[in-house]
């Protein structure tokens, strides 16, 4: 019989986000994103202090990049606590989520509970576009976060897929549907991956058929009068003119453009934390922004020596994942592989968005899905070693 509660922290860590889609306009003197990602910080420092001999997240492998950023943040010349706190938030919420040890059952309730999450941001996406009440697809929307959210979801859903959970598939369509009526290309382009791309089993005959009708579809998608006339300034274009003058960047490309001239005279080492969100703000006017790409943000703080740090961490870490998956079982195979996979969709987000500070939006849930993996894995090498003395005991007192 499946349980129907959870550790109070991982209520915490679903209900949250889908809080801030729900209610998302609220403010209680700091946006509830702001509050989201805070409370869960708190929340697993606390459990960490409490319960630290059961830590079974790898610390080290991310030990590095903790320390780039402690130490930027230390000797930098801007304001950068918060944005420093953001970049750790998901993986101290991971080392929480690694003192838990849920069983399949529980996990399987945990994965009930992501799926109560997709039909909140499909309902809360429904109406914020004006389909729900109209009926007809929008031409503009805001729903960056949801679909960023969205493409870890439909990871977890295309691993489910991948280890024969077939029903996953129509939950995945409904994660891969929600950036084609956002029209957020570059969600498109990373949810529509993480099913050809998962880490996942799949059959190279299978895994090539999938990517055969992914791609057919992403054309189709392409070439629908709303993806056309959002990226083409003159309505209409050829993949060919995608970085042609014709092609719409809503002015990214031209703050890129200053942050690559900037990250060439002090290539290595950056400006120190905090610098870009200050340089960006200088370039559009605004009290605070981001240049809607990870990459020259980080290059532009912590030059080629921290992102280069942080772009191996991540490889590692996804290898780590991949190999503990091969030695588990059942759904924290599952975890473990979606923990991996979930990494495909963040590294293409990189490109365009700010997704390393979407703490609340995206890396809470996904360090999360990784430490209750690490968190099972242990449960289960434990029950085999007490399962081991329990048969040599058993062993002992019958022969002797």
Not at 232 to 250: A, K, N, P, R
Not at 259 to 279: C, D, N, S, T
Not at 307 to 325: C, D, E, H, K, V
Request: glycine share 8%.
């Amino acid at each position: 019989m499946i349980r129907l509660k959870l550790p109070f922290f991982f209520y915490v860590i679903i209900f949250m986000i889908g809080i801030i889609y729900a209610f998302g306009g609220v403010k209680i003197i700091f946006n509830l994103s702001g509050w989201a990602w805070f409370l869960s910080f708190i929340l697993s420092l606390f459990i960490i202090l409490h319960d630290k001999s059961r830590i079974t997240f790898p610390i080290i492998l991310w030990l590095p990049w903790i320390l780039v950023v402690l130490i930027y943040l230390f000797l930098s010349d801007y304001s950068a606590l918060q944005r420093s706190a953001q970049l750790l938030c998901p993986i101290v919420v991971g080392i929480a989520a690694s003192t838990f040890r849920l069983d399949e059952e529980e996990i399987d309730v945990f994965i009930q509970h992501c799926q109560y999450l997709t039909i909140v941001i499909l309902l809360t996406s429904s109406i914020k576009s004006g389909l729900l009440l109209t009926g007809r697809l929008p031409d503009i929307t805001g729903l960056a976060t949801e679909v960023i959210t969205g493409s870890l979801l439909a990871s977890l859903f295309a691993t489910q897929y991948a280890l024969g959970y077939h029903r996953a598939l129509y939950w995945w369509f409904l994660m891969a549907a929600l950036p084609v009526i956002a029209i957020t290309r570059t969600a498109i382009v990373a949810v529509g991956l993480t099913l050809p791309l998962n880490f996942g089993p799949f059959k190279m005959t299978k895994r090539l058929l999938i990517i055969s009708i992914v791609c057919i579809v992403g054309v189709a998608v392409f070439y629908s009068p709303r993806v056309q006339h959002k990226m083409f300034h003159s309505g209409q274009g050829e993949m060919s003119d995608v970085l042609s003058e014709d092609f719409s960047t809503t002015g990214r490309y031209a703050m890129w453009e200053q942050f690559k001239y900037k990250i060439k005279e002090k290539p290595w080492f950056g400006y120190g934390a905090g610098a870009g969100e200050v340089f960006a703000s200088k370039i559009t006017g605004l009290p605070s922004t981001y240049p809607h790409n990870d990459w020259y943000l980080s290059l532009y703080d912590y030059g080629i020596f921290g992102t280069s740090i942080f772009a191996i961490t991540i490889l590692i870490f996804s290898i780590s994942l991949y190999r503990y998956s091969l030695f588990s079982s059942g759904l924290t195979k599952c975890l473990f592989l979606t923990g991996a996979s979930s990494f495909v969709p963040f590294v293409l987000f990189m490109f365009t968005d700010n997704i390393m500070v979407y703490a609340a939006f995206f890396g809470n849930l996904q360090f999360t899905i990784i430490g209750v993996a690490y968190g099972a894995y242990q449960s289960s090498y434990e029950n085999e070693n007490i399962y081991s003395a329990s048969l040599l005991t058993n062993t002992e007192q019958i022969t002797g």
